[in-house]
């Protein structure tokens, strides 16, 4: 005879569902870290309206950490000054990051010396910033034995690091560069440049004179008006890529046309 079922348990299990995903919503509300609510976290700064999601990676090493304001750190980050917990670094900090800073999901910021991240940079998930290196000098020492060697790390204002990206010592990388998912980075990189691959090369660069070398392939997008509704861009959304391209002539023309008039 088959078992009779129980009515009551998709409800069940519905609440008990929803119960969870309050719940761990809750947690993760009342566990990130912000200047009004550190918790024991002592970083040596915590700009306003930056916040360090939970659950946090691994954080060492506070008091030599400066973050700007409106950063966000996402979940799983690490953030670590010096090379274990509890070292007096003197009194100057070790890793700086610049205001408006976006750290992906499960990166890794390593600052046994000085890392500097300016500011409006934006790192996908699962980047790895170091600036310390194996050494492996002694062929007769176990590798993690042997002493490290550590160079300072900079990255300038502006860049975007793609997902997986690996940023090694000695690393200088300039203004508004494109790191490219999966690149390893070492030594310096210029100004509005795009680099790619292990080890990383520049593959398109910026320059007052010749402008994106080589060309770029796309046209830039065009930002949504102010003031556009939902209607008309669920319209814009239908029209083919040619009649898009020719209105944005359009109105570019418009604007020109305009400013003569002034």
């Known amino acids: 005879m088959p078992k009779s079922k129980n009515t009551f348990s998709p409800w069940r299990g519905r609440l008990v569902q929803r119960a969870v995903h309050a719940g761990w919503a809750w947690v993760q509300r009342t566990g990130s870290v912000t200047a009004g609510r550190p918790g024991r976290f002592r970083f040596g700064a915590l700009g306003e309206h930056t916040r360090l999601a939970f659950p946090l990676g691994t954080v060492f090493g506070e008091p030599w950490i400066h973050l ?21 670094l003197g009194p100057e900090p070790i890793l700086r990051i610049g205001d408006g800073v976006v750290l ?5 910021v390593i600052a046994d010396t000085t890392v500097t991240i300016g500011s409006d940079c934006y790192f996908g998930p699962y980047v790895y910033v170091t600036s310390t ?12 034995k042997q002493w490290p060697r550590m160079e300072p790390v900079e990255i300038g204002a502006g860049c975007w690091i793609g997902t997986g990206a690996v940023i090694l010592p000695g690393a200088r990388i300039g203004r508004n ?10 030594g ?3 100004d509005h440049a795009v680099v790619a691959g292990a080890p ?8 007052a004179e010749d402008g994106w070398q080589p060309p770029l392939r796309t046209p830039a997008p065009v930002p949504i008006p102010e003031g556009a509704t939902a209607e008309q861009l669920n319209a814009l959304a239908g029209l083919d890529e040619e009649t898009v391209a020719r ?7 418009g604007a020109t046309r305009l400013a003569g008039l002034d």
Do not use: F, K
């Not at 560069?177 to 070492?186: K, L, M, N, S």
């Open 104 to 108: 992906g999901r499960g990166s890794h």
């Open 188 to 190: 310096v990189v210029p």
């Open 68 to 88: 700007g304001s409106h950063c966000i750190v996402g979940e799983q980050v690490t953030l670590t000054a010096g090379l274990m917990p509890d070292l007096d």
């Open 200 to 207: 990383a090369r520049v593959v398109r660069r910026w320059t």
């Open 247 to 253: 209105l944005a002539e359009l109105a570019e023309d």
């Open 177 to 186: 560069v494109v790191v490219a998912a999966g690149a390893v980075v070492r």
């Open 133 to 144: 290196n194996h050494s492996y000098d002694d062929p007769h020492e176990p590798i993690g």
